[in-house]
């Protein structure tokens, strides 16, 4: 297979604008577009985006796995309302969608979205195919950043060396070739797991990471590896799920999740010796989940998903809340966060 360079007219330049928005600090995690967890109607999702741009929400992370393209349908119906240069959007890559075949039902992992098939590919064809796919459903050409998707060992098992090397061979140089031309601003790399976090901080040439669970409220376990591998290299950091998938916005709910599945009883524990700790200082456990990860010099930015109109509001006044230094010192001396993590 060939890569880009060895057919540089292969992927014509697009002409749109990109934002001139630089990333911004706070922005809109659109997983729950996809009926992550729970099946959420068209016209909440369009409440929820629309109070977003109305609050100010300039940023809007999506991809084709959520949903099977239904949080880009869903994002797209917004951002079509306004000026391209007026927000700043991302969405992933290493999925190509085909057509599900006639009686079957292919919307594995989500309580509703679309019925298409998912293929895996890391070449830079591949990528070149989902990104086209992703436009079309954003109903945009350009996209700032584009985002290497879900590349887990874990997950892929024994698939994993041979999608890594796709990657190598091809795909990560048509995506800064992508960049080079202008036709994006930034490459970024998706995580899940601390074990990818590390393995891809020395091996990866990227603009940043977008970190879904290795560092949190909960978990600083990255900090002096992976994180510390990010600020050597000058690589940002965007924290995708502040709240843990869910436990952080409330610990006592005996159906919240964690890292997307059930609550180990000792992180429960935990979450829960945070929550009381917050209390102590009248600030809610929310507020301290988003704000805790920008205090770390690599984190730029944090995305929380939201589905509804009143969780965008929540997660914007609990982001925009005053939280005293005093909280995060006493965090450290209960035990609840590592002692060397950032505080301000």
């Known amino acids: 297979m060939s890569s880009t360079a060895d057919n540089p007219t292969k992927y014509p330049p697009r002409t749109a604008p990109i934002s001139s928005i630089e990333m911004p600090q706070f922005g809109f995690g659109c997983a729950p577009l996809g009926d992550l967890f729970v099946e959420t109607s068209e016209a909440d999702t369009r409440l929820a985006l629309d109070t977003a741009w109305d609050a100010g929400v300039r940023y809007y992370d999506t991809a084709p796995w959520y949903g099977h393209g239904l949080s880009e349908h869903r994002l797209g119906g917004l951002l079509r309302q306004h000026s391209r240069q007026g927000y700043y959007v991302s969405t992933k890559v290493g999925r190509v969608y085909l057509p599900a075949p006639r009686g079957e039902d292919k919307r ?35 996209v700032d950043a584009l985002i290497i998707h879900d590349l887990d060992q874990g997950y892929h098992g024994d698939k994993f060396d041979r999608y890594y090397q796709q990657l190598k061979d091809s795909g990560l140089e048509y995506l800064h070739n992508l960049k080079s031309r202008g036709e994006i601003s930034s490459v970024g790399m998706g995580i899940n797991a601390l074990g990818d976090f590390e393995f891809f901080a020395d091996r990866i040439d990227l603009d940043f990471f977008l970190v879904a669970m290795p560092y949190t409220l909960l978990d600083q376990n990255s900090l002096n590896t992976a ?45 829960i010796g945070l929550q009381d700790c917050c209390a102590e ?44 230094r005093e909280l995060w010192t006493e965090m450290k001396n209960r035990g609840l966060i590592v002692p060397d993590a950032p505080i301000g």
């Open 108 to 142: 594995v992992q989500w309580c509703g979205g679309q019925n298409f098939e998912v293929k895996y590919d890391y070449t830079a064809e591949g990528l070149a195919v989902s990104y086209t796919q992703s436009q079309l459903r954003l109903g945009q050409s350009s």
């Open 227 to 271: 994180m510390k591998r990010c600020i050597e290299r000058g690589i940002k950091i965007v924290v995708g799920s502040p709240f843990a998938s869910g436990l952080l916005t409330n610990p006592t709910n005996p159906d919240v999740r964690y890292n997307y599945g059930p609550v180990p009883d000792y992180i429960r524990a935990r979450a």
């Open 281 to 324: 200082f009248n600030v809610p456990l929310m507020a301290a989940a988003l704000q805790f990860p920008l205090l770390h010099p690599a984190v730029y930015s944090i995305i929380p998903g939201a589905r509804t109109a009143r969780q965008i509001t929540g997660n914007m006044e609990n982001f925009n809340l005053n939280i005293p």
